[in-house]
């Protein structure tokens, strides 16, 4: 029979007379180690058998070791913690499904590199100061920002800052020395009016997102460039929204009173394709028969039970998230990543609103 050593004996004697928490000395007697090869094999530093590393996780394990985590962030400038900042209202964004997917992959790939996610609202300009000295105070080891809106102050406030940050989307003209991970949307919005062309549509009207979103303005702009490629018209056929439903249902109707033989519409968002489809229900015409209509997101909780199932160009937000969070820890880890501005690919999802 094996013999255990000594070192694990003696702790193992010793554990039973105090109600103190185990210490980085605690795991590194039980393991057998020293004390730095133990704090090593814990950070996941270099220089570590893998014997040893399997003893003292081994032995954190056993006796419940947790480090201090206040007292490894002297050491390493780390504090595990990463800000998800949104710039967005609070209540848009707690209503936008789109920004619920984005936090849930958040979450899910910080958790899974160990690292835990603070979610922060900017709401007005004048929350920006409060939130640069948070992020530059010593709590979060980088940031995650959706700036969307163009003329936002926040993306050039944050270049001051001495943590990394990294954004989801182009947030307008200051993004050109940021690190951004976004889609592309001009191939997306092109993707929407060919499958439109190809069913021989053509009277195609647009709704919009709002004028100061960079994403909205290149699925505007894709739309447009598609069209008139085909010599189909473009003039007056557009009608902004603000990627709420209310907002896709008031866009729709104008565009019937303005151009009642329309015969297909893209709409820039799934919220706003929504109340689209309500709107030409209203208006008795009949989906696709009478209106094909695609939408921009493909999000799972409307494109699929939409009436009728909504054809919507794809997008993968926790593929966006996972790039943002890869580009953050190169960062962290002093690399250079290879590009500033990732653009992910886009496809079209075809169901019944615009084939029967």
């Not at 180690?33 to 014997?51: C, Q």
């Not at 549509?201 to 447009?224: C, F, K, M, Q, Y």
């Amino acid at each position: 029979m094996s013999q255990a050593r000594p070192g694990r004996l003696s702790y193992a004697l010793r554990v039973g007379s105090t109600q103190d928490r185990p210490t980085l000395e605690d795991v590194a007697a039980y393991a057998g180690v020293s004390r730095s090869t133990a704090s090593r094999a814990l950070n996941e530093e270099m220089y570590v058998s893998p014997k040893a590393r399997e003893a003292v996780l081994a032995a954190a394990r056993d006796l419940g070791y947790s480090p201090n985590q206040a007292a490894r962030s002297l050491v390493t400038k780390r504090t595990g913690a990463v800000a998800l900042v949104l710039s967005e209202p609070e209540s848009k964004v707690l209503d936008d499904p789109y920004f619920l997917i984005v936090m849930r992959a958040a979450f899910r790939e910080l958790a899974n590199r160990g690292s835990q996610m603070l979610v922060m609202f900017v709401d007005a300009p004048d929350d920006i100061p409060r939130t640069m000295k948070f992020l530059d105070g010593g709590h979060v080891d980088g940031a995650l920002v959706f700036a969307p809106h163009s003329g936002d102050p926040l993306p050039v406030a944050l270049k001051l800052l001495r943590v990394p940050v990294v954004f989801g989307g182009r947030p307008g003209r200051s993004g050109s020395d940021l690190y951004t991970v976004d889609y592309d949307n001009v191939a997306g919005a092109r993707l929407a009016v060919e499958h439109l062309i190809g069913l021989g549509r053509g009277n195609i009207v647009t709704i919009s997102g709002p004028e100061d979103h960079p994403a909205a303005l290149d699925r505007l702009t894709g739309w447009r460039e598609t069209l008139a490629a085909q010599g189909l018209p473009t003039a007056g056929r557009a009608a902004s929204g603000d990627f709420t439903q209310t907002g896709g249902e008031a866009a729709m109707a104008r565009l019937l009173d303005e151009h009642p033989d329309l015969d297909a519409v893209f709409v820039a968002s799934d919220p706003m394709a929504i109340g689209a489809l309500r709107a030409l229900r209203m208006a008795g015409r009949r989906i696709p028969e009478d209106v094909a209509v695609v939408g921009f997101d493909d999000n799972p909780s409307l494109a699929p039970v939409s009436d009728p199932p909504l054809t919507s160009v794809h997008q993968e937000p926790a593929e966006q998230v996972h790039q943002m969070v890869e580009i953050l820890h190169e960062l962290l880890s002093g690399q250079s990543p290879a590009n500033r501005h990732e653009v992910l690919p886009v496809s079209l999802t075809v169901r019944e609103s615009t084939q029967r």
